[in-house]
């Protein structure tokens, strides 16, 4: 007998985390979504051991954690390589992913539509030009609610009125940054993988940014671990899409904005930036600090 949740929660994370903590059971989830999880993510689980994964473009997930990486990167400057046996953890990342969508799509109640890997054009103000921008991305799940009157037996009244529709990007983490990520203060955290730049440009090419959006943690250290959905407030978004905003203008008009994400974040961007002994994910550090 399928369980689906029978509580009203508070908001949208509570509700994710109790649908993809009943579908991961194997009294819930459905072999049929399960095998098409299986078979998606056999095609990138090939491709992530046999490929480099360092991106080409600029793109919602690349570049765009600092201005001045955007700057290095169309100044032609090259971005450092990635670990040559990082693959076997992007290929659990994909499997993960994966097998989220089926947790979540096997154990979803009726009311509400789940769309995965769903294809999104950019907002207008992302730079037209191909060469170096990806003119297209996709979103990890993205939630609609199809019938109010169901929706409101698991979510409040102002939740179903106000957030419709919601969008939710899947992180696989380790358990350190699992436990960094579930006690992170969003509005002002030290965001250097982009996380919340590629929420903000999604919820803005959806038109959904006034419904915030949800950061999901899935601990691939310990998966018996409950998901940690984050809530990413509106004002953290639109932030965001203004920083970026001048980022781009600074970037395509090849004019150096400065270490940018370390005068943002003083001491606290050196385990990103590679400075202060730290050894560094950015990967312009080395142009950056020759720079200075
Ligand atoms: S090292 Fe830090 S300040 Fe420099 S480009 Fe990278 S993120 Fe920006």
């Known amino acids: 007998m399928l369980s689906k ?4 929660y508070p908001d949208w994370s509570r509700f994710l985390a109790a649908v993809w903590h009943d579908g991961m ?23 992530s051991l046999t490929r480099r994964n360092e991106s080409h473009v600029i793109r919602p997930s690349a570049f765009l954690s600092c201005a001045r990486q955007s700057y290095h990167f169309l100044a032609g400057d090259e971005p450092g390589k990635m670990p040559d046996n990082i693959g076997p953890t992007f290929a659990v990342g994909h499997l993960l992913h994966e097998v989220s969508y089926a947790a979540v799509k096997s154990a979803m109640p009726f009311g509400f539509k789940v769309e995965t890997e769903k294809a999104v054009d950019l907002p207008e103000w992302w730079v037209k030009e191909p060469t170096h921008f990806n003119q297209s991305g996709h979103v990890d799940m993205f ?22 529709k919601m969008l939710v990007d899947f992180k696989t983490m380790g358990g350190f940054s699992y436990r960094k990520h579930s006690k992170a203060d969003y509005s002002r955290a030290v965001d250097g993988f982009g996380y919340l730049a590629q929420l903000a440009v999604y919820t803005e090419a959806l038109g959904t940014l006034g419904s915030g959006a949800i950061l999901a943690g899935i601990n691939r250290d310990s998966l018996m671990q409950p998901l940690m959905p984050r809530f990413i407030a509106p004002s953290t978004l639109m932030k965001e899409v203004e920083r970026l905003k001048r ?10 904005p400065g270490p940018e994400f370390l005068i ?20 312009f550090k080395k142009a950056c600090k020759a720079m200075g």
């Open 5 to 8: 949740p029978q509580t009203k």
């Open 25 to 47: 059971s194997v009294h819930n989830m459905d072999k049929d979504i399960a095998a098409e999880a299986v078979k998606n993510s056999s095609e990138s689980i090939l491709e």
């Open 143 to 164: 939630i609609s609610i199809t019938d109010e009157e169901e929706a409101r037996k698991y979510l409040p009244d102002s939740v179903v009125n106000d957030q419709p």
């Open 247 to 256: 980022a781009f203008d600074s970037a395509t008009q090849l004019q150096d």
């Open 264 to 283: 943002r974040h003083g001491a606290e961007a050196n385990f990103f930036c590679g400075r202060g002994g730290k050894p560094g994910y950015c990967p």
